[in-house]
């Protein structure tokens, strides 16, 4: 393993087996994250983002759902490998998330003081007086009022936003070597989430920690990411740095997001576009390229086969079999 790669997923895949069929949520995912780095996974809802980041932990509902092929490869350990034990030594610790809905994820009958203390003291081995201190400094420093008095609070009697606050200061408890943050700032409101993506940016400089942020903003992706992992249908469709994502894409869906959305970078203002169609059943997935029906770029060639995840230029990987046409300009991104 590159010394210099924190963590490696290689051809994971995740599915979910139900009544109706199996559900195939990831389906051959493989990026690397580096030591320091930021990495931002976006793309639509189904398209796969938070079930990659649950495998890493493996954190996937049983029996129901389950890795059924693929590697996760922290400091050179196969996470997949491992028995339930041997993961706590990593989950909270080594490897942090911030859950995407703070409503579920912490025990409405204990406080929030309890609930931060007790990764405290298991991991980093505190006493309880200790961990009280840290625990009030951690809420302190996710922007919670009167931290002292809120350790006694239970879940019910904060909002939305203050729930997700702790979730944050519950991740960050432990200094993990990895934070994925999965939609970190969807309850809060736009001043929070400023200073809450500034918080995580500090942690990651500081301690050269690293983040997988997870969004549909790809504002805060533009603005915090060095590399960018775009998914649809389970699968990965193209992985690049920030600057080839935004400027010079060369898959359709992503061009389909860059087209969506309002660029304050561009002088000239185009009329959004957005994609039309719909995302393809994870369940009944095509033979082809899982974007062919709503693209406008297709050829009989993409819904016969899948086109591979292949490096078009230089650490620019894209699966689409006309990606060499919009990087010679033949294919206009306009559409």
Not at 296 to 325: F, M, W
């Amino acid at each position: 393993m590159d010394n210099n790669k924190i963590l490696e997923v290689k051809n994971l895949r995740t599915h979910f087996y139900t009544d109706d069929g199996i559900v195939k949520a990831v389906d051959g995912v493989s990026f690397d994250l580096k030591k320091g780095e930021t990495l931002g996974i976006v793309g639509e809802t189904g398209s796969g983002k938070s079930v990659t980041a649950l495998s890493i932990l493996n954190l996937i509902p049983q029996p129901t759902g389950k890795i059924i092929e693929g590697e996760i490869l922290f400091e050179g350990v196969d996470m997949t490998k491992l028995k339930r034990r041997e993961l706590q030594k990593y989950r909270g610790n080594k490897i942090s998330m911030i859950f995407q809905d703070p409503m579920t994820s912490l025990n409405p009958v204990y406080t929030i003081g309890n609930q931060l203390m007790e990764s405290i003291v298991i991991h980093r081995r505190m006493s309880k007086k200790n961990a009280k201190e840290e625990a009030v400094k951690l809420l302190q420093l996710v922007g919670i009022p009167e931290p002292k008095k809120r350790l006694t609070s239970y879940p019910h009697e904060f909002s939305g936003g203050m729930r997700q606050r702790v979730m944050i200061a519950m991740a960050l408890a432990n200094d993990p070597s990895i934070l994925i943050a999965d939609e970190p700032t969807t309850a809060l409101d736009v001043t929070i989430q400023a200073q809450i993506l500034e918080l995580m940016d500090e942690l990651k400089n500081k301690t050269n920690s690293s983040i997988i942020i997870i969004t549909h903003d790809l504002g805060v992706v533009a603005k915090y990411a060095s590399r960018v992992m775009v998914m649809y249908g389970g699968r990965p469709v193209e992985f690049s740095n920030i600057n080839n994502i935004f400027y010079e894409p060369l898959h359709p869906y992503t061009i389909g997001l860059m087209n969506s959305i309002t660029r304050l970078d561009e002088k000239k203002k185009e009329k959004l576009k957005p994609i039309e169609g719909t995302p393809p059943s994870l369940i009944d997935l095509p033979k082809g390229c899982v974007f062919a029906s709503r693209c406008n770029y297709k050829i009989d060639k993409c819904t016969s086969k899948y086109p591979p995840l292949k490096e078009i230029k230089g650490n620019h990987y894209v699966a689409c079999y006309r990606a060499k046409e919009f990087m010679e300009g033949s294919l206009s991104r306009k559409g």
